[in-house]
């Protein structure tokens, strides 16, 4: 199997090809807890000189952005496209048109998926979506590239990853920085324990997110758009929103905020450096949409408090700038969307541009700089081809488990009620690394005109969590066992067993 994959890559000219490179994908998926698959499913990989042939789910932005990657990969072909918006559709059908390329393309993702034409699918639906598509898509013997969160609330993220491994499909996650050769580097070397002990992990998702507006009542669905199809699993309720794409990030029935959004890509740095630990046994969540008052759901402000037993995580989302007015954001230590892993005897501060470990003075001590997250894509490929795990740097647990912290967090907002920032503040003292976050939520606050004692910060309980079985326990259990999965709208349901 290794010579198979060696002989691949090295007729790619241009494509990585590196025994070493494999030595450090094979340590850091089984670090992940990748496992190899059964010798039965690896005979059934798509032959050496053949293409993979891959279809492409949700078209608008991310999706495009995938199809143009996927393209430039030898031995890639893209075979189809799905979207229930027809001009998106007809958009990529005139590009493939224009590269001489022929394009299967499809309105229903199930139609797709009985094409035996279609080896593997790359999910980049809206959030609610992406766990039964990519469940449904391993059920159709196609392997899965599905975009981050890999779910949209904890129970159905935890049947992917059940029917993946019952089907023995290749499954990935879309949380590219586990590819970044820079990132992994700096792992290695705040968990060797050369900056001491870790004390407390901040992650930070400070990015400009504006008002999704306000409407006055039903929006008309533009009618190149089966609406039916788009809802899937979520309620079909009347569009109450001025845009029906990409602002469904900030609908609870859809989206799952910027925690879930941009903050998945940290929160996931988090529980690497923290050595890939499963979600945190307890879990609390403060926060707010401050600042406007629009048709979205979820807060645009939010501390999250990981009680992980390793050290705790305190992460922060804010969408308003550093001062009304101002397009800026705020930074912690240089950091505006990324994380600090602060240490006994120093500290890392990065993301996904690079990053830099520090002394505790702030004196610069060495440099961890990005290679890139371009070949995230090139190792799904690569597993496609030899039905070999060892290329899957984001195995679709590991994708689940980092899913589950925005989720968790989530779940402890929405369980929340409005208090008093002292109120909050007293909590918060008893947190390690959370008091100074709330100081500094507050001064933000401020900053941009808000008035907490007035417009009051939304405090959820600590949640108890069990993270082997996945459910929630002691006094608020109950409560939060509601939100671990939803109310799906037949026919479009995550099955009860994998
Ligand atoms: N990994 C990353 O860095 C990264 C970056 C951007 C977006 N994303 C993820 O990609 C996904 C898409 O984001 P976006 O910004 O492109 O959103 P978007 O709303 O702009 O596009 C989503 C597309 O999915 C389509 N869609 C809806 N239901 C579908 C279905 N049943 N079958 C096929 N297509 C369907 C929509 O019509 C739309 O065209 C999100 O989950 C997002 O989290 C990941």
Request: charged fraction near 25%; charge should be positive; hydrophobic fraction near 40%.
């Amino acid at each position: 199997m290794v010579c198979c994959l060696i002989m691949q890559t090295s007729s790619h000219a241009g494509l990585r090809a590196a025994i070493g490179r494999r030595e450090f994908l094979h340590r850091s998926a089984v670090a992940a807890g990748a496992l190899s698959l059964p010798a039965s499913i690896r005979a059934q990989a798509p032959g050496a000189n053949s293409d993979i042939r891959l279809a492409v789910l949700g078209l608008n932005s991310k999706g495009n952005a995938h199809i143009n990657d996927f393209r430039k990969l030898p031995g890639v072909r893209i075979a189809a496209v799905c979207d229930p918006d027809r001009s998106l559709l007809a958009r990529e059908r005139d590009e493939a048109k224009k590269l001489g390329q022929d394009l299967a393309v499809y309105t229903d993702l199930r139609k797709l998926y009985e094409s035996s034409d279609v080896d593997a699918v790359c999910i980049a639906t809206p959030n609610h979506w992406h766990s039964l598509a990519a469940i449904w898509a391993c059920q159709a013997g196609k392997d899965v590239y599905v975009e981050k969160p890999v779910s949209h609330n904890i129970s159905e993220g935890r049947r992917l990853v059940e029917v993946a491994a019952k089907t023995g499909r290749i499954v990935m996650a879309g949380t590219q920085n586990r590819s970044n050769e820079g990132i992994r580097a700096a792992v290695e070397y705040v968990r060797s324990g050369q900056l001491g002990k870790i004390r407390v992990v901040r992650g930070f998702c400070y990015k400009r997110r504006a008002s999704i507006g306000r409407v006055a009542g039903p929006q008309p669905v533009p009618p190149e758009i089966d609406y039916d199809l788009w809802c899937g699993p979520a309620p079909k309720g009347p569009l109450m929103r001025a845009k029906l794409h990409y602002d469904w990030h900030w609908v609870w029935e859809t989206g799952n905020g910027d925690i879930g959004n941009q903050g998945i890509h940290e929160l996931d740095l988090c529980r690497w450096f923290l050595g890939n630990v499963p979600p945190a046994p307890r879990v609390m969540c403060a926060g707010g949409r401050y600042g406007y008052d629009d048709d979205a759901t979820t807060p645009n402000t939010q501390i999250a408090f990981y009680d992980f037993a390793e050290a705790p995580v305190v992460f922060e989302v804010r969408g308003l700038p550093a001062k009304s007015g101002m397009e800026t954001m705020d930074h912690y230590r240089g950091v505006r969307v990324g994380i600090v892993v602060e240490c006994e005897k120093g500290y890392y501060a990065g993301g996904q541009g690079g990053g830099w470990i520090y002394d505790n003075d702030g004196g610069k001590v060495r440099q961890f700089p990005a290679s890139g997250t371009g070949d995230h894509g090139l190792h799904f490929i690569e597993a496609v081809r030899s039905r070999d795990t060892k290329t899957i740097t984001a195995p679709i647990e590991c994708g689940h488990f980092s899913s589950a912290l925005p989720h968790l967090a989530n779940i402890s907002y929405r369980l929340g009620a409005d208090r008093r920032p002292g109120e909050v503040r007293e909590l918060m003292q008893g947190l390690p690394g959370a008091l100074d976050a709330f100081d500094r939520f507050g001064e933000h606050a401020a900053a941009n005109g808000v008035d907490l004692s007035k417009d009051k910060v939304v405090l959820g309980p600590m949640l108890a969590f069990d993270a082997a079985k996945e459910t929630f326990t002691g006094e608020t259990g109950a409560a939060a066992n509601a939100f671990l999965s939803r109310e799906y709208r037949a026919p479009y349901v995550v099955p009860a067993k994998a």
